[in-house]
Structure formats: structure tokens, C-alpha cells
Nanobody, 129 residues
Framework: QVQLAESGGDSVQAGGSLRISCAAS????????MGWWRQAPGKEREGVAA???????YYADSVQGRFIVSQDNAKMTLSLQMNSLRPEDTAMYYC???????????????????????WGQGTQVTVNS
């Protein structure tokens, strides 16, 4: 069993930056991928970024060039550096982890609607205009 705990959510001004983190604990010997999803009020959950244990990264088009996902494998910590934030980035951000490859949001596995083994409880990010 794996537990994921997000932190760092806050309220920021548009154009600003924020870094959120996710700490993993428990037995995660088989985990190969981690990532971030977000859900805004009244909207479906959407994928934001993913990273493999080898460091390959994948981003949704809406955040490409603005967000950076990284991980510390030794500490099993996942981070998301969010720059040039926009009001439409306002959402609850969830950390996720899974063991099945590929880590990339490939179309044949549903893209960002792929199966995930573990979810965190979420951290709120609010971007004010």
C-alpha cells in the first residue's frame, strides 16, 4: 500500500509561481510512474504532468512550457513547479502513482484517463486575476 500526501497549495496572483509537492510513503517497490492531475469545480479531472522513475516527463498541452514536474527518487517526493499561472489553473491538484507502463499518456490506454493505482487527497491551488 502506498500513501500520497500533497502539500504547498496556496492562493497566488495571475502570472505568479507556485511549487507543490507530494510525499510518498509505504511499500512502493513496483511503482514506475508518478504524476499530477487537477480538478476544477464543475469540471472533470484532467491530467497535468507525469514522470517516470527514469526521469522522462510528459505534459498536458495546457501546461506545456509553464509547468515542470520533477522527483527525488531517494526521498520519493514528487514536485510540480508552476510558472506563469493563469486563473484557469485554479483547481484541486492531486498526486498519483502507478506501476503499469507506459508512463506517457498514450492513446491506447486512454491518454490522461489512464488507470492509476494510488491517489493523494489533493492540495488547492487558486489563481486570482
Amino acid at each position: 500500500q502506498v500513501q500520497l500526501a500533497e502539500s504547498g497549495g496556496d492562493s497566488v496572483q495571475a502570472g505568479g509561481s507556485l511549487r507543490i509537492s507530494c510525499a510518498a510513503s509505504g511499500k512502493f517497490d513496483n511503482l514506475r510512474c508518478m504524476g499530477w492531475w487537477r480538478q476544477a469545480p464543475g469540471k472533470e479531472r484532467e491530467g497535468v504532468a507525469a514522470i517516470s522513475l527514469g526521469g522522462s516527463t510528459y505534459y498536458a498541452d495546457s501546461v506545456q512550457g509553464r509547468f515542470i514536474v520533477s522527483q527525488d527518487n531517494a526521498k520519493m517526493t514528487l514536485s510540480l513547479q508552476m510558472n506563469s499561472l493563469r486563473p484557469e489553473d485554479t483547481a484541486m491538484y492531486y498526486c498519483a502513482a502507478w506501476s503499469d507502463l507506459p508512463c506517457a499518456p498514450a492513446p491506447d490506454i486512454g491518454g490522461w484517463n489512464r488507470p492509476v493505482d494510488y491517489w493523494g487527497q489533493g492540495t488547492q491551488v487558486t489563481v486570482n486575476s
